[in-house]
């Protein structure tokens, strides 16, 4: 998949697909519905429906890019899944740290999965971006372990949203996603599970994002969260040649320019 429709990044890049449930927000799992989709139009990389599977003919597909883009790696599964064999994970850093000029957005539901493969693999190169799902307040201990992993940014999307999370310590994040379910089955968001993350990330200095309401459809009850879109990234550790066509103030490009620190800040899409 070279374009997507998820909101908050450029294409996704699918070197495995398929996965296995096993937290809330699972239950009623996008992917899992558009790999039925997609095996039934004859794709091959479905054949097995949503049973794991790595692709070794799509780890060198970020080289093939040349223009800069920001890239969900593994939309269709995790990165971190236990069948992920870890030859081939290391072989997925690798193409990610040569084909540099891109900004490299994971996710994952197996945070630990994910700091023992940091810890052996030893660097994460900083236009690659680490982060965790969490889908309520029993799965917020995730982002305690992914404030541990030695990155430059580190992001949390809390989609489907299918309960309050309370309290957050949002401390050494960068980034915050929120997202309401879609399909016939979802499970509605209420708006106070999101102010709730929305506020706090506000008080935190840490960027929002707010992908959708859901719905039927991703697209069906829209972006807006109490009068305005949310469209915030953290912007000063974006490297310019990443940034396409998102701006950043010049006010924080005064602060690059000085040598400031600014923290994990933010910036509107213009």
Request: proline share 6%; net charge positive; with cysteine.
């Amino acid at each position: 998949m070279n374009k997507t429709q998820i909101e908050w990044t450029d294409s996704t890049w699918n070197p495995s697909t398929g996965c296995t449930k096993i937290s809330s927000g699972c239950k009623n799992c996008y992917a899992e519905r558009l790999c039925q989709r997609l095996r039934k139009m004859g794709s091959p990389k479905y054949a097995n429906g949503f049973k794991f599977a790595i692709h070794p003919e799509e780890l060198k597909r970020p080289l093939q890019w040349r223009r800069p883009r920001m890239v969900f790696v593994n939309s269709m599964s995790d990165l971190f899944h236990e069948e992920m064999p870890d030859g081939f994970l290391a072989d997925a850093f690798d193409v990610m740290e040569q084909a540099d000029w891109h900004a490299y957005q994971i996710l994952t539901k197996r945070p630990q999965r994910m700091a023992d493969f940091i810890r052996e693999y030893g660097r994460v190169p900083d236009h690659v971006w680490m982060g965790v799902t969490v889908e309520e307040a029993a799965f917020k201990n995730r982002i305690d372990v992914l404030r541990k992993l030695p990155c430059r940014i580190r992001f949390v999307s809390f989609e489907p949203l299918i309960g309050s999370v309370g309290q957050l310590d949002l401390s050494g994040i960068s980034w915050g996603i929120v997202g309401g379910e879609s399909g016939c089955n979802r499970r509605p968001m209420r708006a106070e599970w999101a102010r709730e993350i929305r506020n706090q990330a506000v008080a935190q200095h840490v960027a929002f994002f707010f992908k959708q309401w859901g719905g039927v459809t991703a697209k069906s009850g829209g972006r807006v969260l109490d009068g305005r879109v949310w469209d915030e990234y953290p912007a000063v550790f974006m490297p310019e040649r990443q940034l396409g066509k998102r701006k950043i103030p010049r006010s924080l490009q005064m602060c690059k320019e000085n040598g400031d620190h600014v923290g994990p800040t933010s910036f509107r899409v213009l």
